[in-house]
């Protein structure tokens, strides 16, 4: 089961990464523009090539800002193609999302104010979503905007969707602030890669069904176990909600959660400040390889502040510094059932298994610069005298990349010997000369 789940990862990144290779047509976008969407020359407005193209066709999007359209109801609504922003804003052939940043938002109406923007920025029936900023999604229809406008803020996703070097930021809705999955059929999945899932949020209502609230960041549901949600070198960083699931949130659906960072995530009203999981018991358990719960809080008296989990295999990981309402030291980090927990770092953790560690991970400076966790300069990076450092066990780390694209497994404290993978989503890239405590990095990988 772990090792299919591997597989999906790796297929994933490689259909992501198929730049060019798309069978369809290639369609560029610039904003405003009203051409024939033909050429960078001849560029179309990104609703004129959503309408005009089929699925498999490739979406070329130039830097700028787009917007769905003037009502709420208005979405970029994706079926099936791929969806390519990071363009240079006078087109080219490589895609860039940092250099060249492309928003899509829905802040439509009055900027700035939230009450008027689109419920949904992005509405999937499928596709690959690459190199975009999606930001300032409301659904909070309510009684008001029909029975999805209460999901999934930044993107409302209804069908195997692939999301890579993205940034959701800043969207909100009654469940799944960032973005809400839901699927009933087999085989379909969500599958996050190398994004950052920031500062969303999802909150309840007065009188509003108890089921409101959850997910600030991701909230992914199925029915009969159906679908996977899939995460890898993600950050998911101060979403908050009223209910449980602060930065995510999956009920009955396979998981896998690998060289990903929960930082500063909360749950207000319920467990699981970083994550909620309930998986259904299904053919084998859901997977965290190499995560990093640092920070992350849950008004919950039972604990869970990083991670509220069933039937999980949790390996490789850190839980260190999450705190909750209530319960012991240990339960603050993780708490659940049916959980396998080997070879990880758990403030407090007396309860033994293989590889387990309970010391301080000595974090880089989990805070970051702003003095404040659940931001984008958060580090969660090891120290050098991190006891995290060559702790962990190979055969889970599958991913050849850690968070920051460096090697995944490499050995850092002793030149020779055995080359073992460190615990979190970070591997530490400085090596210890043995005997003269020399210290030397290799690269690539993110030094401090
Ligand atoms: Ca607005
Ligand atoms: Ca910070
Ligand atoms: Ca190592």
Not at 200 to 227: H, K, R, V, Y
Not at 442 to 448: E, L
Request: charged share 15%; hydrophobic share 40%; aromatic share 6%.
């Amino acid at each position: 089961m772990r090792r299919s789940w591997s597989a999906q990862i790796v297929s994933a990144l490689v259909l992501a990464s198929a730049a060019t290779s798309a069978s369809g047509v290639v369609w560029f976008v610039k904003p405003g523009a009203a051409g024939a969407g033909t050429s960078w020359a001849n560029p179309i407005d990104l609703q004129g090539a959503l309408a005009a193209a089929a699925a498999g066709d490739e979406i070329r999007v130039a830097a700028g800002t787009y917007k769905p359209g003037a009502a709420r109801n208005s979405t970029f609504l994706l079926n099936g193609e791929t969806l390519r922003g990071g363009y240079p804003a006078a087109g080219g052939a490589v895609a860039d999302p940092v250099a060249n940043p492309t928003i899509l938002s829905g802040d439509i109406g009055v900027a700035g104010m939230a009450a008027d923007n689109c419920y949904h920025v992005v509405w999937s029936w499928g596709g690959i979503i690459d190199g975009f900023i999606i930001r300032g999604g409301n659904a909070d229809g309510l009684g008001g905007g029909g029975a999805d406008s209460i999901y999934g803020g930044g993107l409302y996703i209804r069908g195997g969707t692939i999301i890579d070097r993205c940034k959701i930021v800043r969207n909100r809705a009654h469940s799944g602030g960032g973005a809400y999955y839901f699927t009933n059929q087999p085989g379909s999945g969500l599958t996050v890669l190398r994004s950052t899932i920031v500062d969303n949020d999802a909150f309840g209502a007065a009188g509003a069904p108890a089921f409101l609230g959850n997910g600030g960041g991701i909230l992914t549901e199925s029915q009969e176990g159906a679908g996977a949600l899939i995460m890898n070198r993600c950050s998911v960083l101060g979403n908050i909600c009223t209910g449980s699931g602060g930065g995510v949130n999956s009920l009955d659906m396979s998981i896998d959660f690998q060289n990903t960072v929960f930082s500063g995530n909360s749950a207000m009203g319920g467990p699981g400040g970083g994550v909620q999981v309930a998986s259904l018991a299904g053919p084998g358990l859901g997977t965290i390889f190499n995560c990093t719960f640092a920070s992350n809080h849950a008004n919950y008296g039972l604990g869970t502040g990083g991670a509220s989990l069933s039937h999980i295999w949790l390996v490789n990981s850190i839980l260190w510094g999450n705190t909750a309402a209530g319960g012991p030291v240990a339960d603050r980090q993780v708490y659940g059932a049916v959980m396998n927990i080997e070879y990880c770092d758990i403030e407090g953790w007396a309860g033994g298994g293989a590889g387990n560690i309970s010391g301080n991970p000595f974090y880089v400076d989990e805070l970051g610069a702003d003095g404040m966790a659940g931001t984008e300069d958060d580090d969660v990076r090891l120290k050098s005298l991190s006891p995290c450092r060559d702790a962990g066990r190979n055969s889970e780390a599958a991913i050849p990349s850690d968070r920051d694209g460096g090697i995944r497994i490499r050995q850092s404290k002793l030149l020779g010997g055995s080359v073992t993978v460190d615990m979190g989503a970070y591997e530490h890239p400085i090596v210890t000369l043995p005997g003269v405590g020399l210290t030397a990095p290799i690269a690539p990988g993110h030094v401090k």
